[in-house]
């Protein structure tokens, strides 16, 4: 059976500066079981954590700054999420393998503090994870490097523009990819994305890919639709 499905809040992000309690109610009356903060957009974390259950929709997680922060804890299980999701880190840690490395371990001893307080650590990929570098993909550099406890919201649009199967991946990765981003659009960096569906993503082989192993699918919209 495939995973539920939420959305990333930031899809929406212009909207709902606007009215943040009204698109959210519009959300879940489209039928989404949950949804996956970024940020509040001037609303309260706890006005918004209300607005969410008394909506029936579930907060399986959040983009987060690193859990070595207490308010990165804090937010965590007031929203009552089960994973804290790093959404990005510069590119220029992944230009050598040290760099990697060493990337690893501090994204480890954040995982060690997710833990201790009843949390779970998962990394967002861009493209740059999935480009060749000294043979490898730095990807394949942090799964050998991560703690297993640290898992992967696997965003399966820029693995496709990297040149990557998605699909496969998410098959490799199994239960280490509890979180599928689910986009679309043309896998051209530069170009902008599009509705799930409209594009050139393989959405059903992915889903079936992640059939048994992803606990969400989320979908996102991070660049504007063309107009």
């Known amino acids: 059976m495939p995973a539920p499905i939420g959305l990333q809040l930031y899809t929406v992000r212009d909207a709902l500066t606007k009215d943040f309690d009204g698109?959210?109610?519009r959300i879940a009356?489209?039928?989404?079981?949950?949804v996956e903060p970024a940020n509040f957009f001037g609303k309260s974390l706890q006005d918004a954590v209300k607005l969410f259950k008394s909506l029936g929709l579930a907060?399986?997680?959040?983009?987060?700054?690193?859990p070595t922060d207490k308010q990165a804890i804090e937010t965590a299980q007031t929203l009552g999420c089960k994973y804290i999701v790093i959404p990005w880190i510069s590119p220029d840690e992944f230009k050598s393998v040290d760099k990697i490395k060493a990337l690893?371990?501090?994204?480890?001893e954040a995982s060690a503090a997710a833990q201790k307080n009843g949390l779970k650590l998962a990394y967002h990929n861009h493209d740059f994870e999935?480009?060749?570098?000294d043979g490898k993909l730095p990807h394949e550099i942090m799964q050998q490097c991560l703690d297993p406890a640290v898992g992967f919201e696997l965003d399966t649009y820029?693995?496709?523009t990297a040149g990557q199967d998605p699909a496969a991946v998410?098959?490799?990765l199994g239960k280490r990819a509890p979180l599928l981003h689910i986009k679309d659009g043309p896998a051209v960096k530069g170009q902008p994305m599009v509705a799930a569906g409209e594009g050139k993503i393989d959405i059903p082989a992915i889903v079936k890919a992640g059939e048994g192993s992803a606990e969400w699918l989320?979908?996102?919209?991070?660049s504007a639709p063309p107009t």
């Open 170 to 172: 998410t098959r490799e």
């Open 158 to 160: 820029w693995i496709k």
């Open 59 to 66: 907060v399986p997680a959040a983009h987060i700054k690193l």
């Open 29 to 34: 009356a489209m039928g989404y079981a949950g």
């Open 104 to 108: 690893c371990a501090q994204l480890n």
């Open 130 to 133: 999935f480009a060749p570098l």
């Open 218 to 222: 989320i979908v996102s919209l991070t």
């Open 23 to 25: 698109v959210i109610r």
